[in-house]
């Protein structure tokens, strides 16, 4: 207790310096102030005297909040509480205060002594965890409302859910509380799954994982589940927080997806078996057709030869229909075999510059006489005389398709053809335009254009025949060469397609190579002595070796698509092809070579580097022709084998009787000896007998097979030398052609036959080296 007047000045003292103190009277105006009110206010002593404490007003307490702090201390009573104020900077504080009132003898109020202490650190810290508790408490609602929440204490004993996990489980929390997750456990996971879960998160690190549940109606549902452990001081956990979302919709989704997955994958399978069985089909239809039409063509066109020596022109023209109509069925023949290569993605293009103008001439030239049988007029406008570098042979398909379409529909009409530069998506290229003045279609025919098979209706296909592919192989055709077709037309009034090509298509391969030197490349008005077809350089080298003083030039591909396209650009006088490239093999080489009329004719020699082997000796075929075998061209192949007729056999091998006895009687009325053999075993025994000078061999035939006579013959040293020429329907596989290879001289497909040229090749083979020499 403070007795002495000494030790109130000391305690005054120590207040003083320790708290803020002001005196105010009665009404509330400010008497004294320390100078630690001062620094904590920012304003003088001078300022704040005779002020009242409204000078530090913040405005951040009520009416109410004053006017009881006033009643407390009016009423004689000290009155204790937290005050914010504004500094003279504008700057806040906070404030503990006691405020004492003194009462005179009458028990008057006649002033009060604020006594305070700064606490604004203090409640800047309570601010900030007030605000880190809302955040915790809009965390905890946040995840309550989107997650499945539990807690569980280092046991694995669950002490808290919320109300999702409830919703989902089935359970009640009374029911959860007190009790382990194995409540919820489905079976699905084996125990080494939890065992992982908890080696993990005891070891105090976070686990995540899926996880199958039960409910407590006994329904299963999938969590992705992370738990994340509550860590002692010393690193050992204490509880165990569980945060989930319900995948179940997701798993569910993905076990369907992996189902469909499996039954895309097997549905795939069985669409590539099928294509397999297609494939294999056409090819047996291919032999089964053309062999027919073999005999077809082949008899009509003899019979028509006979009628027209004995001066019968009504046979004479009955056979013309005869050939025509086989002929126009082999037509529909090989337009299927075309759709379902360009299907199979099996369709390759052979590239070439060729002259706007002049093939627009030639595709003129080949449908007017079509046009004018039918009455209808045919006008062209072509002004441009630029060069496209495109598939030839295709966009000439596709010309003369569009033609006789729209020829096929228009009777006594007009058929309007114009060609013109057009830019398309900034690639420069060529439309082509045919527009007639036909039968036109209605936008549902519209719709079914372009789809195999199918034409506008069925009574348009009575009327107009054919098989709806020629259309459909046109698109597909200009597709596969960077283009489009498009159709305009209207019912009753004509139709209009426009076939729009790119003016260069940039082929796959690399570039021919032409030798360097004047002396190689051939004069503006000259040709190409040579054109090398080989992969292997040192094949060239060796072909220029020996060449080098002959005077001939000499041009090399070392592809077949380059060499295709340089046979076509340089008609070389003779082509040197080898057999075994990649891409594209001589055999298919060979096959375009002597499909193309233009090319035909040029002497193809298969270049063989085989030691012991003189140069120009041949192996594999010299010929490939298209089935069924023309009268003309099977003779001209026989012919380049045999030079005397009288001297040599040539031996048929074929077991469908009429083909066997058309070849027969083909190659007897050109004198030649022929002896026949319905399979390969029957051949073998007349071998034995008499050695043939050349062999025609079918290779699917009863009993033993084309492949198995070969197999046979060539046990025999003494019959190597036999040359075997393959007479077939099948549409060779280039296995099968591996197989042949080296094995036979020629392989022609029964139906387009050549006779000169055939037989030119027999001579080349079969004349003693010195006749050719003299």
């Not at 914010?84 to 906070?94: F, M, S, T």
């Not at 503990?96 to 003898?105: A, C, G, H, R, W």
């Not at 046979?315 to 337009?335: P, R, W």
């Amino acid at each position: 207790m403070l007795t002495e007047f000494k030790d109130v000045k000391y305690a005054l003292s120590a207040l003083e310096a320790t708290a803020i103190v002001s005196v105010t009277d009665e009404q509330g105006i400010i008497t004294f102030v320390n100078d630690h009110f001062c620094r904590l206010s920012g304003y003088d002593k001078d300022e704040m005297i005779g002020q009242s404490h409204k000078l530090l007003n913040s405005g951040f307490h009520s009416r109410g909040h004053f006017e009881q702090f006033w009643d407390t201390i009016n009423q004689g009573q000290v009155w204790m509480g937290e005050m914010k104020n504004r500094a003279k900077d504008g700057g806040e504080y906070w404030v503990s205060l006691t405020v004492i009132p003194f009462v005179n003898e009458n028990g008057k109020v006649y002033q009060h002594m604020a006594i305070g202490t700064d606490i604004t650190n203090r409640k800047q810290n309570e601010w900030k965890l007030y605000q880190s508790m809302e955040s915790l408490r809009d965390i905890e609602n946040a995840l309550d409302e989107s997650s499945i929440v539990a807690i569980t204490d280092d046991k694995g004993i669950i002490t808290y859910v919320n109300e999702k996990f409830c919703e989902i489980s089935k359970y009640d929390r009374e029911e959860l509380i007190g009790r382990t997750h194995r409540v919820i456990n489905s079976g699905y996971h084996p125990k080494s799954f939890f065992k992982n879960m908890w080696d993990t998160i005891k070891q105090g690190r976070v686990w995540k994982g899926e996880v199958k549940n039960r409910a407590k109606d006994g329904s299963e549902y999938w969590m992705n589940t992370t738990i994340v452990p509550f860590l002692h001081e010393d690193g050992t956990p204490h509880q165990f927080i569980s945060i989930r979302t319900d995948i179940t919709d997701r798993v569910k989704a993905e076990a369907a997806l992996a189902e469909r997955t499996e039954q895309l994958a097997k549905a795939r399978d069985e669409a590539i078996k099928a294509s397999l069985i297609k494939s294999q089909f056409l090819a047996n239809m291919s032999h089964e057709l053309r062999t027919p039409l073999n005999a077809i063509i082949g008899y009509s066109e003899m019979l028509q030869e006979e009628a027209e020596e004995m001066g019968e022109s009504v046979f004479v023209e009955d056979l013309s229909k005869i050939s025509k109509a086989g002929n126009h069925l082999l037509d529909l023949i090989n337009d299927i075999l075309d759709i379902s290569k360009i299907e199979a993605g099996k369709m390759d293009l052979h590239l070439e510059t060729c002259s706007l103008p002049e093939m627009i001439q030639d595709v003129m030239t080949t449908i007017r006489p079509l046009v004018e049988s039918k009455g209808n007029r045919l006008q062209t406008v072509c002004e441009e005389e630029g060069e496209l570098t495109t598939d030839v042979t295709k966009l000439r398909q596709i010309l003369i398709n569009l033609l006789s379409n729209a020829n096929k529909f228009t009777d006594a009409g007009s058929i309007f053809f114009d060609a013109g530069k057009e830019i398309r998506d900034g690639r420069p290229g060529y439309s082509f335009r045919v527009r007639d003045t036909g039968i036109g279609m209605t936008p549902d025919q519209l719709d079914k254009l372009f789809q195999p098979f199918t034409q506008a209706d069925a009574s348009t296909t009575r009327r107009y025949g054919g098989t709806g592919l020629g259309l459909a192989i046109s698109q597909r055709f200009s597709q596969i060469m960077g283009g489009d077709i498009q159709v305009e037309s209207e019912f009753g009034a004509g139709t209009t397609f426009t076939c729009w090509l790119p003016h260069s298509v940039e082929p796959i391969s690399s570039a021919p190579y032409l030798p360097d030197g004047p002396e190689q490349l051939p004069e503006a008005t000259g040709q190409i002595s040579i054109l090398l077809i080989d992969d292997e350089s040192f094949n060239r080298e060796l072909m220029e070796r020996y060449l080098a003083k002959t005077g001939w030039t000499l041009a090399y591909a070392d592809n077949g698509p380059d060499g295709l396209e340089l046979a076509r650009k340089l008609r070389p006088k003779v082509i040197c092809l080898d057999i075994l490239m990649p891409t594209m093999d001589g055999w298919s080489v060979l096959t375009e070579l002597k499909n193309d009329p233009e090319l035909a004719d040029i002497p193809v020699v298969i270049w063989s580097m085989a030691s012991d082997r003189q140069l120009g000796y041949t192996l594999g075929v010299s010929d490939y022709l298209t089935k069924p075998v023309e009268r003309d061209r099977l003779i001209r192949v026989m012919d380049k084998y045999i030079a005397q007729h009288e001297e040599h056999e040539v031996l048929v091998i074929e077991d469908d009787a009429a083909t066997s006895e058309l070849m027969t009687k083909l190659l007897q009325k050109e004198g030649y000896a022929v002896a026949q053999a319905d399979n390969g075993r029957v051949a073998l025994e007349h071998m034995n007998k008499t050695l043939p000078s050349l062999i025609l061999l079918d290779l699917m035939m009863p009993e033993m097979d084309g492949f198995q006579f070969i197999t046979e013959l060539r046990k025999q040293t003494t019959w190597t030398e036999v040359p075997i020429v393959v007479v077939t329907a099948k549409c060779l596989t280039p296995e099968v052609r591996a197989k042949l290879n080296g094995e036979v001289m020629n392989i022609i497909q029964k139906g387009s036959f050549d006779k000169s040229a055939l037989l030119a090749e027999i001579r080349r083979f079969l004349t003693p080296e010195k006749e050719k020499q003299g």
